[in-house]
């Protein structure tokens, strides 16, 4: 993944996730279709909770293949699989052209509140990693990395050696999980700079499409909101319109400072919905070819 990340350019990716109708399939392919016009270096494909969505994801992810002929992304992660399962998986995926994977723990499945690890499977992140490196070397590897810190880790010194151990295991790049304030972000690289981390760091943006919407997913995730954001979403909060537009003001604004300050590429996670990202592109003069 780090040829990606090139001196000068930026890597610009997209993260869906497979719906559950066939109506919204069909959107979700013509989202995909508006998206690869701004030549992203990647799709990537996510699954339901537990891999309840991996043979879809891999549906998808054969189709844009073969209909877009754009490189793929597939997520994994250590829930619910052992290592046979995983195995398998992977070569499913190495057979249907997918280039890269996501190599994650996963958060726990719903109605759990710690990660349970499935009998002869993984329990961190790293392990995955180091399978996929030595077994399946034609992937590359991107990993996570948490701005404000992993909602479980004991410390943030604790996060970050789990950080620098995925990448030493043979991460290619790393991805963030979503923040809203890029002072979080700019520390959180401080950090990893120090730590002598040398593959590409790429923040993860996910604009805001309403209050609520932002709150359940900060709750769960451990971020944090910007006050001046909230007071903004607060003062729409009848106006479903008026949220969006707040939404997209503030990506606009982080995308802006993020690029000033020289990130190698920006990961979307887009949520299969187009139009607030489209707009955040138009305002920094980005727009999509031919």
């Given amino acids: 993944m780090r040829q990606y990340y090139k001196a000068g350019q930026i890597g610009w990716s997209f993260e869906i996730f497979p719906p559950k109708t066939e109506a919204a399939e069909a959107a979700l392919y013509e989202t995909c279709k508006q998206l690869a016009r ?101 992937f590359g590897v991107g990993v996570a990395g948490y701005p404000e810190t992993h909602a479980e880790a004991t410390s943030p010194e604790d996060d970050l050696k789990h950080l620098v151990h995925k990448v030493q295991q043979g991460g290619d790049a790393i991805y963030t999980q979503l923040f809203y304030d890029n002072d979080d972000f700019f520390r959180f690289r401080e950090q990893v700079e120090r730590l002598r981390v040398e593959v590409p760091l790429v923040p993860g943006l996910l604009p805001v499409l309403s209050l609520k919407q932002v709150q359940r997913i900060t709750a769960l995730c451990k971020s944090k909101l910007p006050q001046k954001l909230l007071r903004d979403l607060q003062r729409y909060e009848d106006d479903p319109a008026g949220q969006m537009a707040v939404g997209i003001a503030h990506c606009t604004k982080q995308l802006e400072g993020l690029l000033l300050a020289g990130v190698p590429g920006i990961h979307f996670y887009v949520l299969n919905r187009i139009d607030s990202v489209r707009q955040i592109l138009i305002n920094i003069g980005k727009h999509p070819i031919g």
Wanted: with cysteine.
């Fill in 38 to 138: 701004y030549q992203p270096v990647f799709l990537s494909i996510t699954y339901g909770a537990g891999g309840s969505t991996r043979a879809k994801s891999l549906e998808i992810a054969r189709k844009l293949i073969q209909d877009i002929r754009v490189d793929i992304t597939a997520h994994f992660t250590c829930v619910g699989s052992n290592v046979a399962d995983i195995r398998q998986w992977l070569g499913q995926g190495q057979a249907t052209g997918v280039k890269n994977i996501m190599a994650l723990r996963g958060d726990p499945p719903q109605g759990q509140t710690t990660f349970q690890q499935t009998a002869d499977g993984f329990r961190y992140a790293s392990e995955l990693v180091s399978l996929i490196r030595k077994e399946y070397s034609s």
